[in-house]
């Protein structure tokens, strides 16, 4: 079983950088309500950026993994960053993003590999919106990359079925 969670929502601002952000209170507890839901006997992997590993409880049992971190880019602070996203994980280029073949790559690996070790349990992996879409629409071929980006929330969880090319939303997994 795989679930890939969208990590809570942060407390962010300008003069952080997005991947040391923290969670916001609402986010902690969020993210309290969230995995309180999940398997507990999953195997935890999450991104290296804080908001995510804190999505998972944030303890020595979560292992962190470069491969799962957010897209790499530069985008403006503010502005229209919600269109260059939702074009990006739509198929187009930006300058100065990472490519969407290195994200699959590496997300790939890292999927395959904590499946492995986690030996049969639930893995649980905490990441990233554009990351997991990109992933995802790659993998399972999405019908709507866009759509799906735009309906996560903050945080969220969906069950991948790998075999069956599937992906179901919280709301069928989580009630």
């Not at 902690?28 to 992997?45: G, S």
């Amino acid at each position: 079983m795989l679930i890939l969670v969208r990590h809570a929502m942060p407390a962010f601002g300008p003069d952080v950088p997005p991947h040391e952000w923290p969670l916001s209170e609402e986010g902690r507890a969020a993210a309290r309500r969230l995995t309180a839901r999940l398997p507990p006997d999953a195997h935890l992997v999450a991104s290296e950026e804080r908001k995510a590993w804190q999505t998972l409880g944030g303890g020595e049992n979560v292992v962190r993994d470069g491969r799962f971190n957010e897209v790499g880019r530069v985008e403006p602070q503010g502005g229209d960053f919600r269109r260059l996203r939702r074009m990006y994980v739509e198929g187009v280029d930006h300058a100065g993003w990472e490519p969407r073949p290195e994200v699959v790559r590496r997300f790939e690996e890292g999927i395959a590999e904590h499946l492995t070790g986690a030996g049969g349990r639930p893995l649980l992996v905490a990441t990233h919106g554009m990351a997991m879409t990109v992933w995802l629409t790659a993998r399972l071929a999405l019908a709507d990359p866009g759509g799906f980006w735009e309906d996560l929330r903050f945080p969220d969880a969906h069950l991948v079925d790998m075999d069956g090319g599937t992906v179901r939303s919280r709301r069928h997994i989580l009630i």
